[in-house]
């Protein structure tokens, strides 16, 4: 009884995500009660958390740490699938790097360092717009605060191409965005 339960369950989310995506369909077309179902909620929640979806307090703590020390990780990881797992015939989703790079992109992941980005950004225009400019020079804070706008515009242009720009532009947020950049890139000295 509970492998025919498991089979079914197994199905059903088959035919949920595939090869039409009836979930994201759905939540386009605002189906709230097909979505609310606790069924649909675990596979949107396994999207956006990805791994850390059924990990208890511990894991979450040491992904939180993994995704932390991932920009020192990155090259080494990339470096020991070049050399070692490919020559092995490891494909790369299956290897540390793999694993590493589809943590580092899943969504809630991904809008945590946005914040943190973000909030960087406004840290350092806040330090520039109080610092008693002397001379003509440019202090270590104000290159700062062009790299950080610099990376600021860089996001916004992947979401433009992955978006499409009429579905970029149709969102105001964007807008917003695009002012305070341009803003603060043309006002600096």
């Known amino acids: 009884w509970y492998q025919r339960r498991v089979r079914e369950m197994w199905e059903a989310k088959e035919i949920l995500i595939a090869p039409v995506d009836l979930i994201k369909m759905a939540i386009d077309q605002k189906k709230k009660r097909f979505i609310s179902h606790p069924f649909n909620q675990q596979i949107i929640n396994g999207r956006w958390f990805g791994d850390l979806a059924n990990r208890m307090f511990l894991g979450q703590l040491m992904v939180a740490l993994e995704f932390i020390v991932s920009p020192f990780l990155v090259l080494p990881l990339f470096f020991k699938f070049l050399f070692f797992d490919n020559c092995k015939g490891t494909p790369v989703m299956r290897s540390s790097f793999g694993r590493l790079l589809k943590m580092k992109f899943t969504p809630c992941l991904c809008f945590a360092t946005d ?75």
């Open 115 to 189: 914040v943190m980005n973000y909030i960087m950004f406004l840290t350092v225009l806040t330090c520039v717009c109080l610092m008693e400019q002397d001379s003509n020079k440019y202090t270590v804070w104000e290159w700062l605060l062009y790299a950080c706008v610099l990376c600021r515009v860089s996001i916004e242009l992947d979401n433009m191409v992955e978006q499409g720009w009429r579905i970029y532009f149709a969102n105001a947020w964007n807008y917003v965005d695009i002012f305070d950049f341009g803003t603060v890139d043309h006002g600096g000295r």
